[in-house]
């Protein structure tokens, strides 16, 4: 039915499977947790994001925190959208999150509520950085659900613009969607039949959801932008991303481009014309169309 998704399974597999056989390599020095945080920026240099010398522009006043999605980590989920955003003269950094003790690369796995910690601990350390007064978020898959915990119980809604959510999991995924992202990470099969808090908060009607959910999706000084796509085979029904609030905008990718094939995975790691629309989320006064031609600019 879907051919796109039998070539772009394992192209997704093959870019993980780089990402995680180079990445280690070159971060082997950085042993510590504390270090490993900073590992993208030994890791990609080149690509400029994870900079703490960066100084954010008078266009683009806020640094970008990006925030993974379930099984990723700073590196594998960012090596696309990361240098999209740098070159659009955007400060860039990627966090590490929810790591299990004993699991190396595969991480966003341990409690949500204690990951949203080390997203507030991360926004602190970047808004030291730069000197700048806040921050936007860009999460893929569970990294756009994560960070409503932070807004609405850690304070974080002082210190973030904008939260844009790649397919995120706002009102939950079934352990069969998240099993369909075993594909992309060879190897984290097992980390599904054990017990994995972030796997079980996933699940709708957690106390995890159902905490974050009650009295409304939405926190006031925070805006919105949920990106969705039709094909979706972990988040499922899709709608189920979408918010509800005052000042909160849904996209399904397809309205903006029918011809775009992008399932759950793919959105996040290399859809351009996604990236696209993350770029006018966070840029609005200056946004353009999104359309089918979006993907080559
Ligand atoms: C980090 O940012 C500083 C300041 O903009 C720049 O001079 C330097 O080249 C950047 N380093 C990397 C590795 O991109």
């Known amino acids: 039915m879907l051919p796109w998704k039998r070539v772009l399974r394992p192209l997704a597999a093959l870019l993980l499977t780089a990402a995680v056989t180079v ?3 070159t971060v082997a020095p950085a042993a510590t947790t504390a270090q490993a945080e900073s590992a993208p920026s030994k890791g990609a240099p080149s690509r400029g ?19 993974h999605g379930t099984f990723a980590n700073s590196v594998d989920n960012w090596l ?19 790591q299990l003790p004993g699991v190396p690369l595969f991480h966003a796995l341990g409690p949500i509520d204690k990951s949203a910690e080390q997203l507030r601990s991360f926004v602190d350390k970047v808004l030291t950085a730069t000197g700048a007064a806040e921050t936007d978020l860009v999460g893929h898959s569970q990294g756009g659900l994560m960070p409503r915990h932070y807004l609405k119980f850690l304070g974080g809604a002082a210190k973030v613009n904008a939260l844009v959510g790649i397919a995120p999991n706002n009102h939950g995924t079934t352990l069969g969607g998240l099993a369909n992202l075993l594909p992309y990470f ?25 905490k974050l959910n009650a009295g409304g999706d939405t926190v006031p000084g925070v805006r919105y932008t949920v990106i969705a796509t039709k094909y979706d085979e972990v988040v499922t029904p899709y709608r189920s991303q979408y918010l509800d609030g005052p000042n909160v905008r849904n996209v399904l990718i397809q309205d903006l481009c029918p ?26 006064a200056h ?11």
Request: net charge negative; hydrophobic share 45%.
């Open 23 to 25: 990445v280690p390599a």
């Open 186 to 210: 060879p190897g984290a099969g097992d980390l599904l039949s054990t017990a994995t808090p972030a796997l079980a908060d996933q699940v709708p009607g957690s106390a995890f959801l159902t």
């Open 259 to 284: 011809a775009d094939l992008s399932e759950h995975a793919a959105i996040g790691l290399f859809d351009r014309i996604a990236f696209h629309e993350v770029a006018n989320a966070l840029d609005p």
């Open 287 to 297: 946004a353009t169309p999104t359309t089918c031609l979006s993907g080559i600019g």
């Open 80 to 98: 696309a959208l990361a240098p999209y955003l740098v070159n659009r003269d955007y400060c860039v950094y990627s966090l590490d999150y929810g």
């Open 49 to 67: 994001w994870n900079n703490y010398s960066c100084k954010p522009s008078a266009a683009h006043p806020r640094p970008v925190v990006l925030v």
